[in-house]
């Protein structure tokens, strides 16, 4: 009886149950999504997104960051649920998900950054690019689409110089 009641002692210890499968996946969820919104370039991304969908080339614009940087952070966002991409020809566009979950998650992070400043002229540049054309923010980038949308071509303006 002695080794018999050994080997169940050891089953028992490194049996997990269905229950405890799912309580792990509920906080191996939670670390990522709480990871992901541990960095400052994809919270301000989520910020963006609260006033609606925006073309990945605007969110970058606001970042300033490289695209494939761009790309990786919202790629975590996605992974993680707070975010949903729809592509629509070339451009692809990012907007926050709608499930409850993420919902909860997100306005917990940014009810913490309420008033930062770097968010607030975040808030204000993406009011500015909604008003520019996404096809030539995203072909020129916003010096570029700011001078389009200004009236200034750049090939005329090429031509008085000289």
């Known amino acids: 009886m002695g080794r018999s009641g050994?080997?169940?002692r050891e089953k028992s210890q490194n049996y997990d149950s269905r229950q405890d499968k799912m309580k792990s996946l509920r906080l191996d969820s939670a670390v990522a999504v709480?990871?992901?919104l541990g960095h400052p370039a994809r919270l301000r991304s989520?910020?963006?997104?609260?006033?609606?969908?925006l073309c990945v080339c605007q969110i970058t614009a606001v970042l300033g960051l490289a695209p494939s940087t761009v790309s990786l952070h919202l790629r975590e966002l996605k992974r993680c649920g707070l975010v949903a991409e729809r592509?629509?020809?070339?451009?692809?566009?990012?907007a926050l998900?709608?499930?409850?979950?993420?919902?909860?998650?997100?306005?917990?992070?940014l009810a913490a950054v309420v008033d930062d400043p770097q968010l607030e002229s975040?808030?204000?540049l993406v009011d500015e690019l909604r008003r520019l054309p996404v096809e030539e923010l995203c072909r020129t980038g916003?010096?570029?689409a700011r001078r389009t949308s200004r009236g200034g071509n750049t090939a005329t303006r090429r031509k008085g110089r000289g």
């Not at 592509?87 to 990012?94: A, L, P, Q, S, T």
Request: glycine fraction near 8%.
């Open 142 to 144: 916003l010096d570029g």
């Open 97 to 109: 998900a709608d499930e409850s979950e993420a919902r909860a998650w997100l306005e917990t992070a």
């Open 34 to 36: 709480a990871r992901a």
């Open 87 to 94: 592509k629509d020809g070339r451009w692809v566009h990012i």
């Open 46 to 53: 989520v910020a963006m997104l609260r006033s609606g969908e």
């Open 122 to 124: 975040d808030a204000r």
């Open 6 to 8: 050994a080997v169940d």
